[in-house]
């Protein structure tokens, strides 16, 4: 069984996150909003802060801010390039496919940041996120066009991992 201690920082953390999402959500600026909004944060980071493992906070600093914003643009690229890759599929049925798993290996070592690049593969069509074993990805591929391990990662990975790498190592 796992004990895991309170930590200041981290429950600093999870209460600053569910704060602005409080607020994100009301965009009240009324006194009872303000101060309902604190006393829930409180209790949902005093509840939470020990079953959270996966995420150590980072210090986000501007040049993270610039990094944050530059994924949003990659994400959205891949996104757009995807669904008129997998929309043409679909229109187009006599367009070949080789469906297959792949997998590379991740350069990342932090474990929030190996969530962030699977969930982003797998919201970009044409791919899925089947496992991720260590450092290892697996991913359906609905074109296999490689099974070489770098080139697979240049394909899927790359574009997200360079600025996630900058952001979580």
Known sequence: ???????????????I???LIWYGFTTS????????GIIISLLIA??????FNCCDPILITP?????FIQYFFVFIGALI???FDVARRVISP???INPGIVTFETKLTNDFAKMVLANSITLTPGTLMVDVIKNNFYVHWIDVTTED????YKEIAAPFENILLKIYN
Do not use: C, D, R
Not at 30 to 36: M, S
Not at 63 to 67: E, F, G, Q, T
């Open 1 to 15: 069984m796992h004990t895991h201690k309170f930590s200041l920082k981290k429950f600093s953390y999870t209460f």
């Open 17 to 19: 996150i569910v704060l």
């Open 29 to 36: 600026i009324q006194p009872a909003e303000i101060i309902t």
């Open 46 to 51: 005093l509840i939470s802060v020990k079953n």
């Open 63 to 67: 040049s993270h801010i610039l990094y």
């Open 81 to 83: 390039k995807a669904n």
């Open 94 to 96: 006599n367009l070949p």
């Open 149 to 152: 391990p770098k080139e697979v």
